[in-house]
């Protein structure tokens, strides 16, 4: 069974640092791009950052660059987001999702920037 | 960057019901664009591909049509569990959704 779990999340102040990552199992994670895309509290999906299967390619939302950096470990079955600068913005979960579209989906990880 | 516009954004429909959601792009697209179902506190589920292919598992009362710049998805019979928020996203340059369509109850 194709699954992306994500771990990492929880509450920040504004200012720091959390870094997340998604496990993956189920398929040949090295053959996939991978992505992350977040939702707000009672808001729509947004999309975050996105990888190639080889990590030769890498992009960002304009609303993260700068601050967010997007990897992976093909020898891991792993996809990381380090976050810095956090804002309370980036308020949301955060979801791992594979491919182009993007199918599955993990479960989504809680991020909170508060203080 | 390509931008998505959804209509309506609340729709109000009963079980049997024929439902059609229209999402639009700000430029051509060509036919990279999916449709994704979510419900309360779950992860979006990818229902249709490249405009109009269904993915695997997903009923066929769900449809998908259009090209460029102007698509749809039609559920042909609204049944209890498609209850939920519709999103189309373009993925023919980075990614960009929609804002949402929320299918509720008449």
């Known amino acids: 069974e194709v699954q992306l779990v994500e771990s990492g999340g929880g509450l920040v102040k504004p200012g720091g640092s959390l870094r997340l990552s998604c496990a993956a199992s189920g398929f040949t994670f090295s053959s996939y791009s991978m992505n992350w895309v977040r939702q707000a509290p009672g808001k729509g999906l947004e999309w975050v950052s996105s990888i190639s299967s080889s990590s030769s390619y890498i992009y960002y939302a304009d609303s993260v660059k700068g601050r967010f950096t997007i990897s992976r470990d093909n020898a891991k079955n792993s996809l990381y987001l380090q976050m810095n600068s956090l804002r309370a913005e980036d308020t949301a979960v955060y979801y791992c999702?594979?491919?182009?579209?993007?199918?599955?989906w993990g479960q989504g990880t809680l991020v909170t920037v508060s203080s | 960057d390509i931008q998505m516009t959804q209509s309506p954004s609340t729709l109000s429909a009963s079980v049997g019901d024929r439902v059609t959601i229209t999402c639009r792009a700000s430029?051509?697209?060509?036919?990279?664009l999916a449709w994704y179902q979510q419900k309360p506190g779950k992860a979006p589920k990818l229902l249709i591909y490249k405009a109009s292919s269904l993915e695997s598992g997903v009923p066929s009362r769900f449809s998908g049509s259009g090209s460029g710049t102007e698509f749809t998805l039609t559920i042909s019979s609204l049944q209890p569990d498609d209850f939920a928020t519709y999103y189309c996203?373009?993925?023919?340059?980075?990614?960009?959704f929609g804002p949402g369509t929320k299918v509720d109850i008449k």
């Open positions: 430029q051509s697209i060509s036919s990279w």
């Open positions: 996203q373009q993925y023919n340059s980075a990614f960009t």
């Open positions: 999702a594979r491919g182009r579209p993007l199918d599955p």
